[in-house]
T-cell receptor, first 115, second 114 residues
Framework: QQQVKQSPQSLIVQKGGIPIINCAYE??????FPWYQQFPGKGPALLIAIRPDVSEKKEGRFTISFNKSAKQFSLHIMDSQPGDSATYFC??????????????FGKGTSLLVTP | NAGVTQTPKFRILKIGQSMTLQCAQDMNHNYMYWYRQDPGMGLKLIYYSVGAGITDKGEVPNGYNVSRSTTEDFPLRLELAAPSQTSVYFC?????????????FGPGTRLLVL
């Protein structure tokens, strides 16, 4: 059972465009929502993360929007560049969980930014 | 700091063989994790550890075993390799501290079971 649902599966945008990746969750006990970026042949690396007490967080060109009532969060990449081409994963975890705060991952979105 | 290191990078196993995937971190993190990544499926938790001597099962533990004798090392053991264990395996670690939830991932081990 996928606890975090991610869409779309793949995305192609032109350089300068604003790709948006969406995630939804069911477990209201989740209290930490990170986004990871993964390049081919590499391990995932944290991009940006948010807690449910804020509705938006920006770090450089990356923004997370969070809607607690809808149990949804999304990643926006402003002024996208070819170097942003990668797979992006949303995830969620909760304190006090019986899995050591392990991350529940979405299935990933493969982003291609064309020149 | 080397961060999280994993060996080997790639391995081919025959059905029924066994092997140990190595993972080490030099950040003095208490929490360590093993995930597997299958195409189009995200990452799924196999086992985790909250400190030396303490391990527990994750979502997909069948066919695997772990041990944690030191803070630094968290090896994953496959006893009887099966084709269903063909995957990319990632080890990760994090601090046991509120506000420092970031999990740091290793570069992965690609395993092919034939």
């Amino acid at each position: 059972q996928q606890q975090v649902k991610q869409s779309p599966q793949s995305l192609i945008v032109q350089k300068g465009g604003i790709p948006i990746i969406n995630c939804a969750y069911e477990n209201t006990a989740f209290d930490y929502f990170p986004w990871y970026q993964q390049f081919p042949g590499k391990g995932p690396a944290l991009l940006i993360a948010i807690r449910p007490d804020v509705s938006e967080k920006k770090e450089g060109r990356f923004t997370i929007s969070f809607n607690k009532s809808a149990k949804q969060f999304s990643l926006h990449i402003m002024d996208s560049q070819p170097g942003d081409s990668a797979t992006y994963f949303c995830a969620a975890s909760r304190r006090g969980s019986n899995s050591g705060y392990a991350l529940n991952f979405g299935k990933g979105t493969s982003l291609l930014v064309t020149p | 700091n080397a961060g999280v290191t994993q060996t080997p990078k790639f391995r081919i196993l025959k059905i029924g063989q066994s092997m140990t995937l190595q993972c080490a971190q030099d950040m003095n993190h208490n929490y360590m994790y093993w995930y597997r990544q299958d195409p189009g499926m995200g990452l799924k938790l196999i086992y985790y550890s909250v400190g030396a001597g303490i391990t527990d099962k994750g979502e997909v533990p069948n066919g695997y075993n772990v041990s944690r004798s030191t803070t630094e090392d968290f090896p994953l053991r496959l006893e009887l390799a099966a084709p269903s264990q063909t995957s990319v395996y990632f080890c990760a670690s994090r601090r046991d501290r509120v506000g420092q939830e970031t999990q740091y991932f290793g570069p992965g081990t690609r395993l092919l079971v034939l």
